[in-house]
């Protein structure tokens, strides 16, 4: 996946709830992703387990693989990165990331 530059689709709370990993933090991706794979984290079936946001997958996968910022930042923007956007609209969508990140962090740092 890596050489091909491939990104690997992982679903943490569902891989958890379906028992594919008995706990998050023995989950293969979190050491995939420290090895440079490219990954997305998506919400395989919100619904069925009764939420709505991706927000858990992420802090789930933060808390289980013990995420920094970098690593955040790496999967939030692999998320448009790897979409099947058309590219002027994936451009468009990356840029705009790009500068609310900015401002994200520049407000962070002057709390």
Do not use: C
């Not at 690997?8 to 990993?21: A, D, F, H, K, M």
């Not at 440079?36 to 919100?46: A, N, Q």
């Amino acid at each position: 996946l890596k050489r091909q530059n491939i990104a690997l689709e992982v679903n943490p709370i569902s891989n958890q709830i379906l028992r594919y990993v008995s706990n998050l933090q023995v989950h293969p991706a979190g050491g995939m992703l420290a090895e440079g794979v490219p990954m997305v984290l998506s919400s395989d079936d919100p619904g069925v387990f009764g939420y709505e946001a991706l927000t858990y997958d992420f802090y789930a996968a933060t808390n289980a693989w013990l995420l920094d910022l970098r690593a955040l930042k790496t999967l939030a923007f692999n998320s448009l990165r790897y979409s099947a956007l058309p590219e002027s609209d994936k451009q468009a969508a990356i840029g705009a990331w790009r500068t609310q990140w900015a401002e994200w962090v520049d407000a962070v740092d002057h709390m």
